[in-house]
């Protein structure tokens, strides 16, 4: 199984610190203790290779040695994070799961158990199991319409773990059932990096577990990062050892990059960039306040049609389970992110599906945010399109403060302000106030569902 070479990792490094949970330190060799631990489990469960296995847990030492086995044991791991505890049901559906594996959020095992009268028959898994591979099934974020199931050969796309990087000590602060998240606890684990787990997921708990436990990565979305910014928490604590910043999932707005660049002189600010049907690419930004970014490395190609990036990857997902194939016939992936190119640079302008249509004219939400962001009191900004008899749609932005004031009062500063910067049908038609929290999806991304 391609899990050996994680395995051999492991003994080497036996004695060093793999995971902090709760403020509590594990070895690799508790790591090894555990994963041998979960595999008796699945084993007197009735699991088998190429059993669909839903891992209901988060990061923690039994989540991981969990997710470890299970991958190693060949099963199909469907992993469920708490922060979409609503859609489990759907996904356990939509992924025909055969049996569920919980483990507690404060790391207590639960248990593993068969789910009566299911039988995953998919024709992808089929190919899967023939190959003896394990698999991988991560989820869409789904914000308009059925969330789509895709489906990883589990020995593509954890191959490019076995090539050594830097050891540098992680934060887990993306999600267990994301691709970033999984690609943050791959690539540290594989190298012998300790993974640090926050007790909870804000600013001030994630910055005291850089300072606590000496973090030198911090991979998190922006909306997260601009969050940081506003609440001040970095300067409550020592932050010295922190080395790198990554950032992807949507895009940076510039402003909090130049803040952010600011706030950290001494830090190197790295825009990434994965798909979840993909995995995450090899990155390299300009300049740490620019948003131009060279993506791919060894096992990735790129291409621009039509204004849209188009990438060609060796660990690209199987297929879909429950959606069409969105690969081209000469077997690109079709991103739908619109781009600008410049030479071996890209700047990511957002998702094709999130464009305004103003009358014929295309608006970009990134753009129309990233200026609403530059005016006093605004915490953060979601602009979303608005249908209009005349024009099809207006812009809407919905922004939260940092100080109360009175709404209409905000939208002429924040029109105003426009005016100066954007095109007049860039302008917002309407501008809404909404708690912060609103304004992000519960995979950190910003929320833009069309207003009907």
Same mark, same amino acid.
């Given at each position: 199984?391609?899990?050996?070479?994680?395995?051999?990792?492991?003994?080497?490094?036996?004695?060093?610190?793999?995971?902090?949970?709760?403020?509590?330190?594990?070895?690799?060799?508790? /790591?090894? =203790?555990?994963?041998?631990?979960?595999?008796? @489990? !699945?084993?007197? $469960?009735? %699991?088998?290779? *190429? #059993?669909? &296995?839903? /891992?209901? =847990?988060?990061?923690?030492?039994?989540?991981? @040695? !969990?997710?470890? $086995?299970? %991958?190693?044991? *060949? #099963?199909? &791991?469907?992993?469920? =994070?708490?922060?979409?505890?609503?859609?489990?049901?759907?996904?356990?559906?939509?992924?025909?799961?055969?049996?569920? &594996?919980?483990?507690?959020?404060?790391?207590?095992?639960?248990?593993?158990?068969?789910?009566?009268?299911?039988?995953?028959?998919?024709?992808?898994?089929?190919?899967?199991?023939?190959?003896?591979?394990?698999?991988?099934?991560?989820?869409?974020?789904?914000?308009?319409?059925?969330?789509?199931?895709?489906?990883?050969?589990?020995?593509?796309?954890?191959?490019?773990?076995?090539?050594?990087?830097?050891?540098?000590?992680?934060?887990?602060?993306?999600?267990?059932?994301?691709?970033?998240?999984?690609?943050?606890?791959?690539?540290?684990?594989?190298?012998?990096?300790?993974?640090?787990?926050?007790?909870?997921?804000?600013?001030?708990?994630?910055?005291?577990?850089?300072?606590?436990?000496?973090?030198?990565?911090?991979?998190?979305?922006?909306?997260?990062?601009?969050?940081?910014?506003?609440?001040?928490?970095?300067?409550?604590?020592?932050?010295?050892?922190?080395?790198?910043?990554?950032?992807?999932?949507?895009?940076?707005?510039?402003?909090?990059?130049?803040?952010?660049?600011?706030?950290?002189?001494?830090?190197?600010?790295?825009?990434?960039?994965?798909?979840?049907?993909?995995?995450?690419?090899?990155?390299?930004?300009?300049?740490?306040?620019?948003?131009?970014?060279?993506?791919?490395?060894?096992?990735?190609?790129?291409?621009?049609?039509?204004?849209?990036?188009?990438?060609?990857?060796?660990?690209?997902?199987?297929?879909?389970?429950?959606?069409?194939?969105?690969?081209?016939?000469?077997?690109?992936?079709?991103?739908?992110?619109?781009?600008?190119?410049?030479?071996?640079?890209?700047?990511?302008?957002?998702?094709?599906?999130?464009?305004?249509?103003?009358?014929?004219?295309?608006?970009?939400?990134?753009?129309?945010?990233?200026?609403?962001?530059?005016?006093?009191?605004?915490?953060?900004?979601?602009?979303?399109?608005?249908?209009?008899?005349?024009?099809?749609?207006?812009?809407?932005?919905?922004?939260?403060?940092?100080?109360?004031?009175?709404?209409?009062?905000?939208?002429?500063?924040?029109?105003?302000?426009?005016?100066?910067?954007?095109?007049?049908?860039?302008?917002?038609?309407?501008?809404?106030?909404?708690?912060?929290?609103?304004?992000?999806?519960?995979?950190?991304?910003?929320?833009?569902?069309?207003?009907?």
């Amino acid at each position: 199984m391609i899990t050996r070479f994680l395995l051999d990792v492991f003994r080497a490094h036996a004695r060093e610190e793999a995971i902090v949970f709760q403020n509590r330190s594990s070895t690799f060799g508790d /790591l090894l =203790a555990g994963i041998a631990a979960a595999d008796a @489990a !699945h084993r007197t $469960a009735g %699991l088998s290779p *190429g #059993a669909v &296995v839903a /891992l209901e =847990a988060d990061f923690s030492p039994r989540g991981i @040695a !969990h997710l470890l $086995a299970l %991958l190693g044991g *060949g #099963a199909i &791991v469907v992993p469920l =994070a708490p922060a979409s505890a609503a859609r489990h049901d759907e996904f356990r559906r939509i992924a025909q799961v055969e049996y569920r &594996v919980v483990v507690a959020p404060n790391d207590a095992a639960v248990g593993a158990e068969r789910i009566a009268g299911t039988n995953a028959s998919h024709g992808l898994y089929d190919t899967l199991r023939a190959l003896g591979h394990p698999g991988l099934v991560l989820f869409t974020s789904g914000s308009s319409g059925e969330p789509k199931a895709a489906l990883h050969d589990g020995d593509r796309l954890l191959a490019k773990y076995r090539t050594p990087r830097h050891r540098l000590r992680t934060i887990l602060f993306l999600l267990f059932d994301h691709i970033g998240g999984f690609d943050t606890l791959l690539q540290a684990l594989s190298n012998a990096c300790a993974v640090i787990i926050p007790v909870a997921r804000d600013p001030e708990s994630v910055c005291a577990a850089i300072a606590r436990h000496r973090a030198e990565v911090l991979p998190a979305a922006p909306s997260f990062l601009g969050l940081l910014l506003l609440s001040g928490a970095a300067g409550r604590h020592d932050l010295s050892s922190l080395r790198y910043v990554t950032y992807g999932a949507e895009v940076m707005p510039l402003r909090t990059l130049e803040r952010l660049a600011a706030a950290f002189p001494g830090v190197t600010l790295l825009q990434k960039y994965g798909l979840t049907e993909l995995g995450t690419m090899r990155s390299r930004s300009s300049a740490n306040n620019s948003l131009w970014v060279k993506i791919g490395g060894e096992g990735f190609a790129t291409r621009v049609r039509d204004g849209l990036l188009e990438i060609q990857a060796t660990s690209s997902m199987l297929g879909y389970l429950n959606a069409p194939s969105p690969f081209t016939d000469d077997g690109w992936f079709m991103t739908g992110d619109a781009v600008e190119q410049d030479g071996e640079f890209y700047r990511i302008l957002g998702r094709a599906s999130d464009l305004i249509n103003v009358g014929g004219r295309k608006v970009y939400p990134a753009e129309v945010e990233a200026v609403v962001a530059e005016v006093p009191n605004v915490a953060d900004v979601a602009v979303v399109g608005e249908a209009h008899p005349f024009t099809g749609q207006v812009v809407v932005a919905r922004v939260a403060l940092a100080q109360d004031e009175d709404a209409r009062a905000l939208e002429r500063r924040v029109r105003e302000h426009c005016k100066g910067r954007l095109a007049p049908y860039m302008v917002p038609a309407k501008v809404m106030v909404v708690p912060i929290d609103e304004l992000v999806t519960a995979r950190d991304k910003k929320a833009r569902r069309a207003a009907p």
